[in-house]
Each structure stands twice: as structure tokens, then as C-alpha cells.
């Protein structure tokens, strides 16, 4: 049985950026997750599978990935940036960032709609290509509204 190749596997091949096993690596690991991980903490993670690599190799290959669109780079203003896997091409969704806590929650709703509706209209108007939305809303989450930890 054969499997369907992710479509940022079609995208590097488009771009002539080789598939490499470090890349692969990477990629593994933030599609395995949900969670909003640092070059860092990935270095750690792809560390276990792969302890030759080197973390510049991670970081480099996070803003290769980044500047082709199969990766978003997230600054949620906590001195650290993040990364994630972008859904799909030009894929956008809401992050709502508690300021007391730090959790991150995304919404990936009905308001994404109307969210490309404006993108759409916005690009037209000025002629734009727009290659990434980032949206976040800061707040506080419930259990810190509570005055919970």
C-alpha cells in the first residue's frame, strides 16, 4: 500500500529543497504535536532519535521551513519563539494567549471564514499576496480570571 505524500512534502520537492532525514525528523515532530514548541525543545525531541544532530542544523532548518510556508513562526511575547506546522497551504487560525498563565489556545472556527473573507478583500484591494495570517488575541483564560495558577 502506497501512502499519499503530505502536501509540504510536494512544496519542498517544488522549491528544490532536498528531503533530508534531519528535515524529516523535524517535521515528524511538529506534526506530532499540538503543542507550540521551540527551536529548542525540538532540538531536545529530534535529539533522541538523531543525537548527531546539532541545533544550529534545527534552527536553520526552522527558518528554511519557515520562509516556504510549511512552518509558522509564533512570537506569543514570552521571549521564545515557537513554531508549528502549518495545516494546509496558506492555512490561518486564531491563537488566544492567556498573559497570566502563558497557555495558548487556538480556534480554528467560524470566524476563520470571515477572517479570509477581510484577507480576500485586503489583497485585492492592494494587489497582495498574503502568505501568512497570524492573528492572536491576549487575554486571560478562565482559571486565571478565577485567580487559579
Known amino acids: 500500500m502506497r501512502y499519499a505524500k503530505p ?11 532536498k528531503f533530508t532525514l534531519q528535515r524529516k525528523l523535524i517535521l ?13 525543545e525540538i532540538y531536545f525531541i529530534v ?7 546539532g541545533f ?16 509558522i513562526k509564533l512570537n506569543f511575547g514570552d521571549g521564545r ?3 508549528e506546522l502549518a495545516e494546509k497551504e496558506n492555512a490561518s487560525h486564531i491563537h488566544l494567549i492567556c498573559k497570566n498563565c502563558g ?11 470571515k477572517i479570509k ?4 478583500n485586503i489583497s485585492s484591494r492592494y494587489n497582495f499576496k ?5 492573528i492572536f488575541f491576549m487575554g486571560k483564560c478562565e482559571n486565571c480570571q478565577k485567580g487559579g495558577d
Not at 47 to 53: G, M, S
Not at 56 to 71: H, M
Not at 117 to 120: D, H, N, R
Open 28 to 40: 515528524d515532530v511538529l506534526n506530532r504535536t499540538k503543542k507550540h514548541l521551540s527551536a529548542e
Open 56 to 71: 544550529a542544523t534545527v534552527y536553520r532548518t526552522l527558518d528554511l521551513l519557515t520562509k516556504i510556508g510549511i512552518v
Open 130 to 134: 498574503v502568505e501568512n495570517l497570524k
Open 81 to 83: 519563539m515557537r513554531y
Open 7 to 17: 502536501w509540504w512534502y510536494k512544496r519542498m520537492i517544488e522549491e528544490g529543497i
Open 47 to 53: 535529539r533522541k532519535f538523531y543525537p548527531n544532530i
Open 117 to 120: 473573507e477581510i484577507e480576500k
Open 103 to 113: 497557555k495558548v489556545f487556538e480556534d480554528g472556527g467560524d470566524e476563520n471564514e
